[in-house]
Each structure stands twice: as C-alpha cells, then as structure tokens.
C-alpha cells in the first residue's frame, strides 16, 4: 500500500501531481480486489505475512488500543477445523482469524465497547495490503464464533468477530457478480 507518510511528504513539497497519482493508485487497488473464492493449495511465505500482518499494525483503532488478536491458521489439522467451522474457506491454504481482547478493548457508552469496529478496520488494512501483494483474500462472518473457540482452543475474554481464508487466487478465480455492483452515491451520501 502507498505509504501516507510519503503520499504527506509529496504534498508537503509541492509534488500535488505526484500525491494525486499515488491516491489515484490506492483507488486502483480498492477497485480491483475482490473476495477470491478459489485458493491455490500454495502457501504465502512468512515475508509476506509480515508485511500483511505490519499493515494491520499500523492501522487505527480507538485511542490506539489496538485490542486486536489475529491468529494465523496454518496447520493442516487447524485448517481441517477451519474446514469443518465455515463453508467459506474455499480451498485456502491458510486462513486469519480476527478477535478483540475483552483486556483492551475501550468502552464505548454503557454496555457496548470499539472492538468489532477496531477489528474490521485491521482486517481492511490488512486485505488491502494483501491484495497489494497479490494476495487474495475472503472476509467471512459465516461461522459460529463460540464454536471456532471451543475448537481452536481461544481464551475467554477474546472474541472472534471475522475470520479470512487467504492465498494465491486460483487460475479460475475470478469476481462475483456483487464485486462491482454498486449503488449510486446520491443514495448513500448525503451532504449537511
Ligand atoms: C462483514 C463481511 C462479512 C462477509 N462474509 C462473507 C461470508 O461469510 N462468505 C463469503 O463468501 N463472503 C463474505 N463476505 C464477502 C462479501 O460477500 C463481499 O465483500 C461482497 O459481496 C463484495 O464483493 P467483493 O469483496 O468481491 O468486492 C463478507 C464481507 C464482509 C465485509
């Protein structure tokens, strides 16, 4: 992913053309990826992951709590229970799994709390660094959160809110019809 900081410094000195291109590719990227419902069995190396993983860690959650927990499914018998956990897998090699942690999260108003919100915005850093990459990956909310714990062995106090088979997309992979559906933005944006 471009990198703010530079994008900042383009402006900064007066590179507005430079800063523009780099926003204009960000967009590319946005528009491009899609959820791969078709993995290659060919696992991503660790350097990839790092880089995938450094995306989630820089991106903002509520005063900086960062109450993420990412586990990263890698071994054959963990993925069988991915399997066995969400039809949503589709032949990923691997697969993350997104938790907040009930020990930082931040409250927010009487009984409710940030987590889902700082958890779905790591995972969107995290999907568009991948996809970056090329990388494919699939956020899935189809799964039972309490059993993928009591399978995998998770703590109490942390919460799986998404899980994301992720891989190289394979040779028939291709979008879904609701990739580039979109509804115009005179119905999802209002100006005050
Ligand atoms: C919160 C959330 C939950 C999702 N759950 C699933 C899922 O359980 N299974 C699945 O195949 N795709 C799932 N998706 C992917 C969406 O269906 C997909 O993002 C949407 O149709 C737009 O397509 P695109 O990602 O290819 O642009 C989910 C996406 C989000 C953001």
Do not use: W
């Not at 703010?4 to 990826?33: E, N, P, V």
């Not at 959160?145 to 040779?171: D, N, T, V, W």
């Not at 979008?175 to 999802?188: A, G, I």
């Amino acid at each position: 992913m471009v990198s703010i900081a530079f994008a900042a410094a383009m402006l900064a000195c007066g590179c507005a053309q430079t800063a523009k291109t780099m926003s204009t590719d960000f967009l590319q990227l946005a528009t491009d990826r899609y959820s791969v419902r078709s993995f290659s069995s060919t696992p991503v190396g660790q350097d990839v992951i790092d880089l995938i993983l450094r995306a989630g860690q820089v991106a903002p959650t509520a005063i900086n709590s960062q109450p993420q927990k990412i586990y990263v499914v890698r071994s054959a018998a963990n993925m069988e229970k991915m399997n066995s956990l969400s039809p949503c897998i589709y032949g990923a090699p691997q697969c993350f799994i997104f938790c907040y942690s009930d020990d930082t999260v931040v409250p927010r108003g009487k009984n409710g709390n940030y987590g889902e919100i700082d958890v779905t915005i790591v995972l969107t850093h995290m999907m568009l660094e991948a996809a970056s990459l090329g990388v494919g990956t699939c956020p899935v909310g189809y799964f039972d959160p309490e059993r993928l714990k009591a399978e995998l062995g998770l703590p109490e106090g942390e919460h799986p809110i998404l899980i994301m088979p992720f891989g190289y997309a394979s040779p028939d992979a291709k979008p879904s019809d609701r990739h580039s559906s979109y509804r115009p933005l005179t119905e999802t944006v209002a100006y005050l």
